[in-house]
């Protein structure tokens, strides 16, 4: 990539939010009301965390056996654990491909880039980078995503993990579910830093960065290696008193939130409306300039730590200096 600034490589985006706005917990002096709109956004509308909250319990009553039967290894439980996992994801991921790029709903509206996904390009797994995400999303990352559940609900059903029962201790059993977004959060964040090594990013996370324009099955398209460091997070499970229906958010929030967050749009748009917010600029910038923002909006690690992006020209130049430093 040529070295321009971002405001002339933002010309040719289709959408552009501006800075990135982070947490304003952390910001000083306190903001106390924008605190409160922040964590609002994410608890008390329809969201990305909101539906995996749903999702968690809802196929917790659907799909998941009790605790009881999954002290020992048998395939009719561990079969409905994959199932609650690989039905969700590959039907809102399906949908939301078919409703942004093949149906072509709502056209470029707030597509962060104006390119469509990659075919005919031998970068990508079948020559197709929408093939190559599902193949890598459903082969190995649906796959290590359930395996690491199965090893948490079969310590729980054994009593070698801590686990909770939201009538004994409705208090934690709510606690835990931000509990789990800060954690994972801070997971994310050094896991993406390790997989920033030139000798680990070459060997696995080069896989999922060959999606520089992202699409919503770019979201969890990963090396199997990548994926085995990324779902260690559940080991938390293994400290921390939780639920299966933590458990469950838990992988929904780190699996399912990457569908939307890796749209390419920044906005649902139904009905001539903006109807949900998707896209994340922040992340978004990451799978441009590679170096920067690797962890999350929750959470100011990024900021803490140096390789904060706010999208401002500044802050391309110096992501591009830091990426010319580790890579010569």
Known sequence: MSDTSLGTETDRWNHHPGRVA????????????????????????????????????????????PLAEMQTWAPGWMLHVWLANLIPHCTLAGVLHLWLYRWRA??????????DPATDNGSFTFRNQVHDNMFWTIASGITLWTVAQWLVFWAMAN???????PRENPVWFVAMFPVLVVWSSFHFYWVHRLLHVPVVYK?????????VNVGPWSGISMHPLEHLL?????????VLPSSPIHV???????????????????????????RAKMGDF?????????????????????????SFHDGSEEATRETRARKTQMYT
């Open 282 to 306: 922040f992340h978004q910038l990451h799978h441009r300039y590679f170096e920067c923002n690797y962890g999350t909006v929750e959470m100011p690690w990024d900021r803490w730590f140096g």
């Open 22 to 65: 982070l947490n304003p917990l952390f910001s000083w002096p306190p903001r106390p009301m924008a605190v409160l709109r922040w964590y609002a956004a994410y608890w008390l509308v329809v969201s990305t965390t909101t539906l995996a909250v749903a999702l968690a319990f809802a196929f917790y009553w659907l799909l998941l056996p």
């Open 106 to 115: 709502q056209e470029k509206r707030f597509k962060f880039d104006p390119r």
């Open 248 to 274: 469950l958010f838990h992988g929904y929030m780190q699996s399912v939130h990457p569908i939307f967050s890796h749209s390419g749009f920044e906005q649902l748009y139904v009905a001539d409306a903006k």
């Open 230 to 238: 990324f779902y260690t997070n559940f080991a938390i499970h293994l």
């Open 159 to 165: 009593g070698w993990a801590p686990v909770i029962h």
């Open 203 to 211: 060997r696995a996370h080069a896989l999922h960065h060959r999606n």
